[in-house]
T-cell receptor, first 113, second 112 residues
Framework: GESVGLHLPTLSVQEGDNSIINCAYS??????FIWYKQESGKGPQFIIDIRSNMDKRQGQRVTVLLNKTVKHLSLQIAATQPGDSAVYFCAESYRTGGFKTIFGAGTRLFVKA | KAGVTQTPRYLIKTRGQQVTLSCSPISGHRSVSWYQQTPGQGLQFLFEYFSETQRNKGNFPGRFSGRQFSNSRSEMNVSTLELGDSALYLC???????????FGPGTRLTVL
């Protein structure tokens, strides 16, 4: 498949373990944050989002934590499965006329069976 | 509902040519954003349209342009192609302001 990034940080976890993917964002004016998953040859797929008035949000097997003090975002995946293997991007969004979304470099997650 | 569709999926052009890429958003979505994805630069924002108006633009040269039609479909155009324009061009649609964006599969452009 197509590579979305040749020199991405990589996280390797055992199937069934929990995964934590971290992201530092840059703009203190950002007030909306999103995590995307991108599999080889596909466009990014929305996983979960969080607004700046929250510090935690849970979805199905995923949790996003937001620490505005240190401008840090994390994605926790419970009971990681082989199908979770992909590149994960965090994105921050802020108002500037309309809104602008800036993506992080991505983290490649490998799940070992 | 059908997802975001992009055409063509693959394109090969030579330097100096121009190219037009098309994006059909999810039915009912009025916002369309375009991104360029390369291994070296990652995902970079190109522009965003809402109700036929460009609301935001990224830091790309004027060779990159776009437009949105009354049915929310969008096109982007790249003129005078350069080798560095080779990339995956992604389109994302949303219902409105600051809504979740849903991405299409992308158009893989190769410039020779």
């Amino acid at each position: 498949g197509e590579s979305v990034g040749l020199h991405l940080p990589t996280l390797s976890v055992q199937e069934g373990d929990n995964s934590i993917i971290n992201c530092a964002y840059s703009n203190s004016a950002s007030d909306y944050f999103i995590w995307y998953k991108q599999e080889s040859g596909k466009g990014p797929q929305f996983i979960i989002d969080i607004r700046s008035n929250m510090d935690k949000r849970q979805g199905q097997r995923v949790t996003v934590l937001l620490n505005k003090t240190v401008k840090h975002l994390s994605l926790q995946i419970a009971a990681t499965q082989p199908g979770d293997s992909a590149v994960y991007f965090c994105a921050e969004s802020y108002r500037t006329g309309g809104f602008k979304t800036i993506f992080g470099a991505g983290t490649r997650l490998f799940v070992k069976a | 509902k059908a997802g975001v569709t992009q055409t063509p999926r693959y394109l090969i052009k030579t330097r100096g040519q121009q190219v037009t890429l098309s994006c059909s958003p999810i039915s009912g979505h009025r916002s369309v954003s375009w991104y360029q994805q390369t291994p070296g630069q990652g995902l970079q924002f190109l522009f965003e349209y809402f109700s036929e108006t460009q609301r935001n633009k990224g830091n790309f040269p004027g060779r990159f342009s776009g437009r949105q039609f009354s049915n929310s479909r969008s096109e982007m155009n790249v003129s005078t192609l350069e080798l560095g324009d080779s990339a995956l061009y992604l389109c994302a649609s949303g219902q409105g302001f600051r809504d979740t964006q849903y991405f299409g599969p992308g158009t893989r452009l190769t410039v020779l």
